[in-house]
């Protein structure tokens, strides 16, 4: 008697899904890879702005097809944008390189300019002024305004990098031969500025005359009484071409214009006599030179509260009386 021999295959239902979750699973990865790849074939981003300028707002607009997730780069510095479509603006004038990266898998880089935004200016508010276009060394010279609307004035006659005056009509004498640029602004706003050139020439050389200088060296031989006594007598003190035109209410300015360093002391000197610089009385009586003021005030902060000037019978300046608030200046 024989006996058959039945096999029976089992097969685990659990096994079966598991192995078809497994399937879909990897299909899935392998269209988003595929997708992914696809999108990285798109090396573009539209930009749109109606000119590259600081401060213009423009326009990025991303247009990969499939696209789910962005982040924008502007390499400014800024934070980072997570949209299709963003509108920035850069600050300053440069090269940036903008970068995107799609679905945290692609990057599509640009390199865009940014310039400088020229700003509009309104011509009424142009200083106006006239003065000579050539004038020799050693001559004394005159600028005239004629701005309207002018409050301060603040000069620079090409010879430093400060402020020369603040007169409206100022004077000026070049030292040396050379072309000059003159600048002039007014109400202290920089961004109005008139320019005037100027040629100072070499110095004017006049004739000798000979017959003239023979009869004088024959004369200095001799020796004249009346012309050695008043050889003796002091001269007036010597003036500057500024020297009448300093008062209370310019003194301050000047101090203020060395306090914000935009005045040498070279601009102050030139409205007192120039054998005799005036005292300067501070608080509690006490005198300091001029000299030492400037050095005093130089880049501080000071606020006067008066100041007094005294002269004596030649119009010059002896003393000024100085009134602060500022306690830490001497």
């Not at 004369?219 to 002091?234: I, L, N």
């Not at 209410?249 to 040498?264: H, P, R, V």
């Not at 300067?280 to 001029?290: A, D, E, F, N, R």
Request: charged share 30%; proline share 4%; hydrophobic share 35%.
């Amino acid at each position: 008697m024989s006996k058959k021999v039945q096999i029976k295959t089992h097969f685990d239902g659990k096994v079966i899904l598991l192995l078809l979750v497994v399937f879909l699973i990897s299909c899935g990865l392998l269209a988003f890879k595929i997708n992914a790849v696809a999108d990285c074939n798109v090396k573009a981003f539209n930009i749109k702005s109606n000119s590259f300028k600081e401060g213009e707002l423009i326009t990025f607009t991303d247009v990969t097809p499939g696209a789910y997730e962005w982040r924008w780069y502007f390499g400014d510095g800024t934070d980072i944008s997570f949209r299709s479509r963003v509108g920035h603006s850069f600050a300053k004038s440069g090269k940036y390189t903008v970068k995107l990266l799609v679905n945290n898998n692609c990057t599509v880089e640009k390199e865009i300019t940014i310039i400088p935004k020229k700003e509009v200016l309104n011509t009424a508010l142009i200083p106006k002024f006239s003065g000579p276009t050539v004038v020799h060394e050693g001559e004394e010279v005159r600028f005239v305004d004629a701005t309207p609307h002018a409050k301060s004035w603040e000069w620079r006659f090409g010879d430093g990098n400060k402020i020369d005056a603040i007169d409206k009509n100022p004077k000026h004498v070049y030292r040396k031969p050379g072309e000059r640029i003159v600048t002039l602004v007014v109400n202290g706003d920089i961004k109005y500025v008139q320019y005037h050139k100027i040629t100072v020439l070499p110095a004017k050389t006049s004739k000798k005359d000979w017959i003239k200088e023979r009869i004088e060296r024959r004369s200095d031989s001799r020796v004249d009484p009346v012309k050695e006594y008043f050889s003796q007598v002091p001269e007036a003190p010597k003036r500057g071409p500024e020297i009448d035109n300093i008062n209370e209410a310019k003194f301050t300015a000047l101090l203020l214009g060395i306090a914000e360093n935009k005045l040498s002391y070279q601009n102050l000197t030139k409205y007192f006599c120039e054998d005799e610089l005036p005292l300067v009385q501070v608080k509690k009586g006490g005198t300091i030179s001029l000299k030492a003021l400037d050095e005093a005030v130089r880049n501080k902060t000071v606020k006067i509260k008066h100041v007094a000037l005294h002269r004596d019978k030649d119009n010059c300046v002896t003393l000024i009386v100085l009134d602060y608030k500022t306690r830490s200046l001497f």
